[in-house]
């Protein structure tokens, strides 16, 4: 048995009251109206956390502290999101 985390960020992933789902990774958070995407995008991630977010952070302005190798914030960190289709949390 190894021991050790297989991925290094939390997710978390909550209802929101229309019928999608609020996904936070690290401090990054994302809005999905689709279950098909968010379960492809999981898979995507899952398979290989380190190229999915090097993909990500190269494609979008990702604050500083959600940037591989950073410190966790305290507070609420970075607000990315994702078909954001008036998701209400």
């Given amino acids: 048995m190894e021991f050790g985390k297989i991925i290094n960020r939390e997710i978390v992933i909550s209802p929101s009251d229309n019928m999608g789902y609020v996904v936070t990774v690290g ?28 993909d990500y952070n190269t494609k979008q302005d990702t604050p500083e502290e959600c940037r591989p190798g950073a410190q966790p914030l305290g507070g609420s960190g970075a607000n990315i999101t994702r078909n954001l289709d008036a998701v209400q949390y």
């Fill in 27 to 54: 401090c990054g958070r994302f809005i999905y109206t689709d279950k098909k995407d968010l379960v492809a995008d999981l898979e995507a991630y899952l398979n290989d956390p380190q190229k999915y977010e090097n």
